[in-house]
């Protein structure tokens, strides 16, 4: 009756090759982890204080602000979008969040965080709202004009300087300690835990997924596909403002140039940590691999002496590795698709 | 006695579990339907045959809430419906599983099951709820096995499977959903022959499980193997009607393509 289902589960002829095709897909997965775990063990050879405690630590909290920016950006890519204001609603957010507490500094500067949060989540339904309900062809524009003007926007409230009045809470979330534990870095995982209850868990997040998986088709099973894409940029730009508050608490101040390259670097740990740019595919593990891996790099590189300009050359290289990755995945998918409808 | 048990079974072969009447839906010049009328009774499976562009695709999206018709009213179980999108036809019972067939690629069996009406605890969030993953899973594989669908794991991903794994996933998604009409539109175009049997089971079927199904093909054996009776559709007229037998293929195929080889054969004019 359904013989050729029962075929391809019994262990005969075509498994091998069907063993070896789901451990290659099962390794492409793996990938970034084996990536930064060769890093660290390279790292580890050439330089003695690489894996010290404190150049750990130093790793962690260098890396907070872009590791929730790639949160944020692994949103907007799951649903085969991209976010590129990212980077300068960070710095709106700071300059915003800073001027706001130097008008008032009452409620031990809780308005100046709503500040930071709320910039991110306005910016956010701007891009949102202008990609669904203006129509355009892709995130890539709305997005694209949010970047030239929230950072025209932070340059013109701030006449170009960096202001430097951060409430003591920013400061304590961005450059605090909890014991040995740093504070953007508990901040990270907070984030991060709730992002992956988003994802894994939440029927909203189920439906992201669908969405990048195929738009039309999610149309066509009821879900709210203009709502879903909407909601990527709110979580991204308020993971924006969160980012903000953790860079602005590092350097107690707001300054409109903070973030800048930031969106690049966060759809570089999300592309790195196995996101696919096609939508659909990715996780919040993976992309916190990805911006450790940015991370290790840079402080590796740093350590070594390495000129900084090496960096980019390397994340680079990595960045194209990943996609290559990424569309090898296809590539075997294919392969296991053929060999499935064969059956024999 | 004899008359009154007459009057009830005549009653119910003339409640169709759905109607479409006058139906007209244009597409700026295009005149995808003009006029069709079309009755499915109760554990009835229908064809739906025509010529590429007769309009067939164009009439059963106009059934599932996709597309708007023009003109024309939609009956189901003698009841007037209209359908504004594809959520309300869900609702009334009616699934329709595209050429496309709208797989999730991403998501495994269990998933593309369930895919936009996720069950969650509690109920009243929402979208904001928790899945229930274990109990979508377990009514999942409870369907499939209902249904004789076999496949390697529910948990595989669709991406990984052949075309007619999926076309199989996609058509026992509409009949354990589907409570009363499944509608596939070309469920065998991109199958072999072994493939095609097994969801030509699943659709012969059908009926067993209260469902009555309109199936959209172009392979006359298959229509013949499985379906009650076959209207044909061209350019947007219905021409004629068939019960799809061995004796009937040629008749079908001069009502399909029309012209000479209708005039050829006598067949009466649409
Ligand atoms: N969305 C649309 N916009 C404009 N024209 C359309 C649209 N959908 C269908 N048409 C036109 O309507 C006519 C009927 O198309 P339809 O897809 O219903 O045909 P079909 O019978 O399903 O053909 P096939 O066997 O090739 O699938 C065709 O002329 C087609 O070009
Ligand atoms: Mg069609």
């Not at chain 1, 260098?62 to 300068?88: E, K, N, R, Y």
């Not at chain 1, 029927?203 to 879903?228: F, M, N, Q, S, T």
Request: with cysteine; glycine share 12%; aromatic share 6%.
């Amino acid at each position: 009756m359904s013989a050729f289902m029962e075929r391809i589960t019994g262990s005969q002829s075509p498994l091998s090759s069907e063993r070896s095709l789901r451990w290659s897909l099962a390794l492409i997965r793996l990938g970034p982890a084996i990536i930064l775990l060769l890093l660290i063990m390279a790292f580890n050879v050439l330089s003695p204080v690489f894996l010290t405690v404190q150049n750990v630590s130093n790793i962690v909290v260098q890396t907070s602000a872009l590791a929730v920016l790639a949160i944020g950006q692994l949103f907007v890519i799951l649903v085969a979008g991209i976010d590129l204001s990212v980077g300068s609603v960070l710095a709106l957010s700071t300059v915003i969040g800073a001027l706001v507490f130097t008008w008032n500094q009452g409620l031990g500067g809780s308005l100046s965080v709503a500040a930071f949060l709320l910039t991110g989540l306005v910016t956010g339904f701007l891009n949102g709202f202008m990609l669904t309900k203006g129509r355009l062809p892709h995130a890539f524009i709305p997005t694209l004009a949010m970047f030239y003007a929230a950072s025209g926007l932070a340059l013109v409230l701030s006449n170009g300087r960096a202001i430097p009045h951060v409430p003591g809470i920013v400061i304590t979330l961005g450059s605090g300690y909890i014991g040995p534990l740093p504070v953007p870095v508990l901040l990270v995982a907070g984030l991060a835990l709730v992002a992956v209850v988003l994802t894994k868990r939440l029927k909203w997040g189920r439906w992201i997924y669908l969405v990048g998986g195929d738009k039309e088709a999610a149309r066509r099973v009821g879900i709210p596909v203009d709502r879903v894409i909407l909601s990527v940029f709110l979580i991204s730009g308020l993971m924006a403002g969160f980012a903000g508050v953790i860079t602005a608490g590092r350097t107690a101040s707001g300054y409109p140039t903070a973030g800048e390259l930031a969106e690049l670097q966060a759809i570089a740990a999300v592309i790195i940590g196995g996101g696919s740019f096609f939508g659909g595919r990715g996780s919040v593990a993976g992309v916190l691999v990805g911006a450790l891996i940015l991370g290790v790099i840079a402080n590796g590189l740093n350590l070594l002496n390495v000129d900084e300009y090496w960096q980019l050359i390397v994340a680079g290289g990595i960045i194209v590795f990943a996609v290559e990755l990424d569309v090898l995945r296809r590539y075997l998918e294919g392969r296991f698709r053929t060999l499935q409808a064969r059956g024999d | 006695m004899e008359a009154e048990r007459e009057q009830t079974s005549q009653d119910e072969k003339e409640t169709p579990i759905l109607e479409v009447r006058n139906m007209t839906k244009r597409f700026g010049a295009t005149l995808a339907l003009d006029n069709v009328s079309l009755e499915l009774q109760r554990g009835e499976v229908l064809a739906l045959l025509g010529d590429n562009g007769a309009g067939k695709s164009t009439l059963i999206k106009c059934l599932s809430g996709v597309h708007q018709p023009d003109e024309g009213r939609i009956f189901l179980e003698g009841e007037e419906v209209t359908l504004n999108s594809p959520m309300e036809a869900r609702d009334l019972g009616m699934e329709t599983v595209y050429q496309d067939l709208s797989l999730f690629d991403n998501m495994n069996v269990v998933g593309n099951f369930y895919a936009g009406r996720e069950p969650v605890t509690p109920r009243w969030l929402g979208g904001w709820g928790w899945v229930r993953d274990g109990f979508m899973s377990s009514k999942a594989k409870e369907s499939l096995e209902s249904l004789q669908v076999n496949l390697p794991s529910a948990e595989v991903e669709i991406g990984l499977m052949s075309g007619g794994q999926r076309q199989a996933v996609a058509s026992a998604r509409a009949m354990s959903f589907g409570r009363k009409i499944v509608i596939l539109d070309e469920p065998t175009s991109a199958l072999g022959a072994r493939e095609s049997s097994n969801v030509l089971r699943l659709i012969k079927e059908a009926p067993e499980h209260g469902v009555s199904v309109i199936v959209i093909s172009h392979n006359l054996e298959h229509v013949i193997q499985v379906c009650h009776r076959a209207v044909v559709l061209r350019q947007g007229v219905r021409v004629g009607e068939a019960e799809p037998t061995e004796e009937n293929h040629e008749r079908l195929v001069s009502m399909i393509v029309g012209g000479a080889a209708e005039e050829g054969k006598g067949e009466k004019q649409a």
